[in-house]
């Protein structure tokens, strides 16, 4: 059904329905789990890196989303930002593996088309969790890196959704002035000395002797 012709403030629809969204927080369960089996409990600076990195993907994808209402253009930032800081932390994931015998999948491997299948079907944090038990830690580190480049390519997606919006229907203060002027036109009312005001209905004569139309019903 099309929106109706005064509206304005659409929302973007709930969140946590986007599958950018929840492959995000399968990635920050991974993430969570990866780093308190794996990474030191006490001076590493990587695990506060990592677990801002996987936060700052998940909350900013909820929040650009959200602020998609109101602001187009602090949507599409937000959404830039869950990009990068996804991206940071899959330069955390490779730096582990590599310095851990250099072991990134390759992406056309048994193992990474494998994984890639698998994690294209599933997007439940549940899921990933039975995973993170069954799996090492090296496993778990490739997982995560297959999720972060399904999830990159989501946001890409969302963000070519959102500039097209943009395009269509414009800003929200575009939006807002429309939905002010199709207002108008439903109401009958037109602009004069600062204030809207129905006009007045003179027949076929007109307002008298070139009067202007405010002055025109006053003496006859």
């Not at 950018?20 to 089996?37: L, N, V």
């Not at 996987?54 to 990009?83: D, P, Y």
């Not at 969790?129 to 480049?149: K, P």
Request: with cysteine.
């Amino acid at each position: 059904m099309p929106a109706p012709v005064n509206a304005f403030l659409s929302p973007k629809g709930d969140y946590k329905n986007l599958i950018a969204f929840q492959k995000s927080e399968c990635i920050y369960d991974i993430t969570f789990y990866f780093i308190e089996h794996y990474l030191p409990k006490i001076g590493d600076r990587t695990v506060d890196q990592m677990k801002q990195a996987a936060r700052s993907g998940k909350q900013n994808i909820a929040e650009g989303n959200e602020t998609g209402t109101t602001s187009m253009e602090a949507c599409i930032k937000l959404v830039n930002v869950a990009k990068a800081s996804l991206k940071e932390l899959q330069e955390d994931y490779e730096d582990y593996l590599r310095n851990h015998g250099n072991r990134i999948w390759d992406v056309n491997s048994l193992q990474c088309r494998n994984a890639r299948a698998w994690c294209k079907e599933h997007s439940k944090p549940a899921d990933y969790v039975r995973v993170c038990e069954q799996r090492d830690d090296i496993t778990l580190a490739n997982i995560a890196l297959v999720l972060i480049h399904q999830t990159d390519y989501l946001l890409h997606r969302l963000l070519e959704k959102f500039k097209a919006d943009f395009l269509e229907h414009g800003g929200i203060k575009e939006q807002m002035s429309q939905a002010r002027r199709n207002w108008r036109e439903e109401h009958g009312l037109g602009y004069m000395n600062g204030n809207y005001s129905k006009p007045v209905n003179y027949g076929n004569n007109g307002p008298a002797n070139g009067a202007p139309q405010s002055a025109a019903n006053t003496d006859k």
